[in-house]
């Protein structure tokens, strides 16, 4: 009887362990697929935002040309009209930087779609961050996609960061030749990164891509071709 009770108990076990892997692997699975919807709507936005300006949000906290003066708000802040969130957007005092008396209680209204699902990041905080100075955002300016030497499929618009920074500050990647890297956020169990191109589309490469082939991909300008099959279907 005892052995009868002894086996049932470790089956009930099993099946609670599997029950728990199971759902663990959806959520990250979920997760995995609505970060990638999240970035394709930036990418829209993006690109409206293109075809309204003429250029993209800097990177750096100055507006674009058409916007008053800015002075430190995020690119993200500057898409919001982009993003439907036009009601938002104007709460800003775009002469104030973002931790400013009036911006700064607004860091708390992050729209869902700068949200990084399966990232425990604080209220208020974002993983989707651009590369800056010799990314497609260099350093004091904005800028168009016409004319990327490298192309728009081959080029990172918008990274995952390891690290998580508030939605409304113009804290991003530095990405600068001949210097370490800055560190990417890993999914999938640590085996994928999740990027958005200037295309507008996302690409899924392992974590296991050579440092050569990331530095081509967040230069817009080295003028070298990708290694084939760098990313599924790339």
Not at 26 to 33: D, G
Not at 85 to 91: I, N, T
Not at 113 to 125: E, K
Not at 176 to 194: C, D, H, N
Request: proline fraction near 8%.
């Amino acid at each position: 009887m005892k052995f009868h009770i002894a086996r049932w108990t470790i089956i009930g076990a099993i099946v609670l362990a599997l029950g728990l892997l199971g759902g663990i692997l959806l959520w990250h699975e979920n997760a995995f697929h609505r970060t990638q919807d999240n970035l394709k709507r930036l990418g829209v936005a993006m690109h409206d935002c293109l075809d309204t300006y003429k250029r993209l949000p800097t990177g750096t906290g100055a507006a674009y040309p058409g916007m008053s003066k800015a002075a430190g708000l995020s690119w993200r802040v500057h898409l919001l009209p982009f993003l439907g969130q036009d009601a938002l957007y104007k709460q800003f005092d775009l002469n104030e930087p973002w931790d400013g008396p009036h911006n700064k209680p607004l860091h708390y209204r992050m729209p869902a779609v700068f949200g990084t699902p399966g990232f425990m990041a604080p209220i208020g905080y974002t993983h989707y961050r651009v590369f800056v100075n010799d990314g497609l955002f260099p350093k004091g300016g904005s800028v168009g996609l016409s004319g990327l030497a490298d192309g728009t499929t081959n080029t990172i618009m918008v990274a995952e960061g390891a690290e998580p920074v508030p939605w409304t500050k113009p804290d991003e990647l530095v990405y600068e030749r001949g210097k370490p890297l800055p560190a990417l956020a890993k999914r999938q169990f640590g085996t994928k990164y999740v990027l958005l191109m200037a295309d507008a589309t996302v690409a899924l490469p392992s974590t296991q891509l050579d440092e050569g082939t990331l530095r081509l991909l967040m230069d817009p300008s080295d003028g070298q071709s990708l290694p084939q099959g760098w990313a599924p279907g790339r």
